[in-house]
């Protein structure tokens, strides 16, 4: 069973990834505690986005990094990593989100620094999948990227409306990736 922080954390993660700029008392809301209970863990709104990142980026390190060792098959690596990302989902997001507003040199952190060669092993899978003709050598690496990402945003967004039934998401939003990049 998680504990109070463990669930501060998660409603923190949510709030944030729909408001960058939450604040503690939307928070709390989400996690349905006041914002006394948020204080008793977390001094300021600073260190609980700090425990957030540094929580999120052990979480989505481990998962892609098992996701990549799987198999041995680039493609099979491929649909694990994007499965992987759909597992941590939110997680996920609030991550991509993080680095989209850091410079990669400002990185000093050993989670940050996980999370660049996870990024990089990603990478080099898409090259080695262009050199084999698997996906399209018209769309560029980070465009592919920006994809992935956006594929898994898609389907969080379609899981938090209710829009797709939870066991079609999974086969829908890989069918619509790989599709999108040329994959067989």
Request: glycine share 4%; aromatic share 10%; charged share 25%.
């Amino acid at each position: 069973m998680k504990g109070t922080k463990e669930k501060l954390i998660e409603a923190a993660v949510v709030a944030l990834n729909r408001d960058e700029s939450a604040t503690i008392e939307q928070i709390a809301a989400v996690a349905g505690v006041t914002r006394r209970t948020v204080h008793r863990y977390f001094n300021d709104r600073s260190t609980l986005v700090h425990e957030c990142k540094q929580t999120m980026l052990r979480v989505c390190n481990l998962k892609m990094t098992e996701a990549y060792q799987s198999s041995q098959q680039p493609a099979l690596q491929l649909e694990n990593m994007f499965y992987a990302a759909l597992e941590v989902g939110i997680q996920y997001s609030f991550v991509k989100k993080l680095f989209k507003r850091n410079q990669y040199t400002d990185l000093v952190d050993k989670h940050e620094l996980a999370y660049d060669d996870v990024k990089a092993n990603w990478f080099k899978l898409v090259e080695r999948l262009q050199q084999q003709g698997a996906i399209d050598k018209k769309l560029s690496i980070p465009w592919i990227y920006n994809l992935f990402g956006g594929m898994v945003d898609i389907a969080i967004d379609a899981q938090q409306a209710g829009d797709v039934a939870r066991n079609d998401i999974k086969t829908f939003s890989w069918t619509s990736f790989k599709g999108s990049i040329g994959l067989q």
